[in-house]
């Protein structure tokens, strides 16, 4: 039987094109957040300061009818100030909860590795299991809660970044570079009128076409789009190469495996096809496994960048026909 996936190809080219009126190009970092927020997963992003960063994640909150907050983390951020507390009411004479910013649908965790670990912990557990503890009372998210956070790569002083355990909680990395040079003229010729991309957000003329509902429905269609047995050995073939590589210290774990899988199904949606393709699978590699590996130092020191590592490995396993 093969799955029904025009439905699920209109409402993302409806979304894509939607995305497209507020952000110029980055057409493959838009795939790679969708294909976060569809498999209900969560994303890191990568880039210099300016390119966009904030402006994608409160157009997709907005398109697709979710919430949008943003957390900036500091050094001096305390769980309780991203989850929230008890604070005593004198009127009443007793405790309510004030919740805290991560009570939100998309949330865009801004330079996460400037804040200490136990309050990065408190956003991982929130990640993990979609629910909040407060003072022990449990409260849950909603279930489609998303995190993009971005990561300082600048500046290492001051900063605290994120242990092996945490980053492969992050679906996929996300690197997000400067605009095209036609792109950036078309960016500096919006800004002298009245299209700069922020206006045309707030102006109303971008549409939410997905809403929580749509997007619980479109998960499930992406089920329908197959994966034949000989794909699947090829990507677990793929993620157990990461452990065995010379210049490879930590390669890929079980999470990276199951990462794969579903993005590329993913992907394949985006694509419009109701099935998956070797070539979805390496288009993913570099997102998925690069930010799960870690390279031995006298490599790193050699300039072998864990890009190249996986271009090896993709030459190096057997593409399935
Ligand atoms: N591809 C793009 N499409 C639309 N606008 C863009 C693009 N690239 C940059 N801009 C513009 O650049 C400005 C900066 O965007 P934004 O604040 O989202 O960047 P950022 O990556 O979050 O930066 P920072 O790292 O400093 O937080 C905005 O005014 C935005 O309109
Ligand atoms: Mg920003």
Do not use: W
């Amino acid at each position: 039987m093969t799955a029904d996936i025009e439905p699920l190809k209109r409402t993302l080219s409806l979304a894509r094109q939607e995305i497209a009126k507020v952000i110029i190009g980055q057409e493959q970092v838009i795939d790679s957040a969708l294909i976060a927020i569809f498999t209900n997963h969560h994303a890191l992003i990568e880039g210099v300061p300016g390119v966009a960063k904030t402006l994608l994640v409160r157009t997709l909150a907005h398109v697709l009818g979710c919430d949008f907050g943003r957390i900036q983390f500091t050094p001096d951020l305390m769980p309780a100030d991203i989850t929230g507390t008890h604070v005593f009411n004198l009127q009443k004479n007793s405790f309510a909860l004030v919740k805290g910013p991560i009570f939100t649908t998309f949330l865009l965790a801004d330079e996460i590795n400037r804040a200490p670990a136990k309050t990065q912990s408190a956003l991982l557990q929130a990640m993990q299991e979609r629910v909040v503890t407060i003072d022990r009372h449990t409260h849950p998210l909603p279930g489609n809660f998303t995190v993009f956070a971005t990561q300082n790569p600048i500046e290492h002083q001051g900063t605290y970044p994120l242990p092996e355990a945490q980053v492969d909680r992050f679906m996929l990395k996300i690197s997000m570079s400067h605009p095209q040079r036609d792109e950036e003229i078309q960016l500096a010729g919006r800004m002298l009128g009245d299209s700069a991309p922020e206006a045309v957000l707030k102006s109303g003329a971008v549409q939410a076409v997905i809403g929580p509902e749509t997007l619980a429905e479109m998960r499930q269609q992406l089920a329908g789009i197959r994966v034949q047995a000989e794909l699947i050995a090829y990507l677990v073939d793929i993620v157990r190469r990461t452990r065995r590589h010379q210049g490879v210290l930590v390669g890929a774990g079980p999470r990276a495996t199951q990462a794969l899988l579903l993005s590329s199904r993913a992907a394949a949606a985006l694509a419009g096809r109701d099935f998956v393709t070797p070539d979805d699978i390496k288009a993913l590699a570099v997102p998925v496994l690069g930010h799960r590996i870690i390279l031995r130092s006298e490599y790193e020191i050699e300039g072998l960048a864990v890009e190249e590592v996986i271009e090896q490995i993709l030459q190096e396993v057997t593409v399935p026909r």
